[in-house]
């Protein structure tokens, strides 16, 4: 009897959300608890707000489902999301740009949505795939974009993964 009770005790310790079992492959690496700040944001414009990257830092290969931002602030509207290719972009974007692009970022607009596939990404490897919200603002921004989660499956299970993140997105004079 002891040898069951000790089995169920370490079965039952692995934490489930939403029927997703809480996981801990990824490595958000360089914008993991990053702070992007965009202080240039006008009412009634839409932007592309970038989520962490989602590296694998476990032993095993994944399989990236979706990403997504779960705290919005009054004033920011989430309209979607967008998995791009960094191969794309030239890189990972560290702040919110403009829907149509500006100079020096890309137009994430009219890049290639990988969404509709899962984004297989190597052990102790960099995922090629990182996801956007596209945001509207709707009024005066009373905080800050918080907590961008991951949904990702190895092998027959499926997880879920908090990464720190922050955006402060505020309104302001236009930029240069």
Known sequence: MAV?????????RDRYEDGY???SALDGDIQAGLEVTSPHLKVGNEYWVPLPTADNV?????ALLR??????PKGLEIIGYKAISHEDTDGHPLSASPIEGSPGLPNLTKLPDHS???????AHEPGDI???ARVRVTGKITGDLTGCRYYYRQGSTQFLQ???CVSKLRLGPASD
């Open 67 to 72: 990403g997504e931002i779960t705290q919005v």
């Open 116 to 122: 509709s596939r899962p984004s297989r990404v190597p």
């Open 21 to 23: 079992r809480v996981g």
């Open 162 to 164: 908090e990464l720190s």
């Open 130 to 132: 990182f996801w956007a």
């Open 58 to 62: 476990s032993d095993q290969p994944l």
């Open 4 to 12: 069951s009770a000790a089995a169920v005790w370490f079965l039952s």
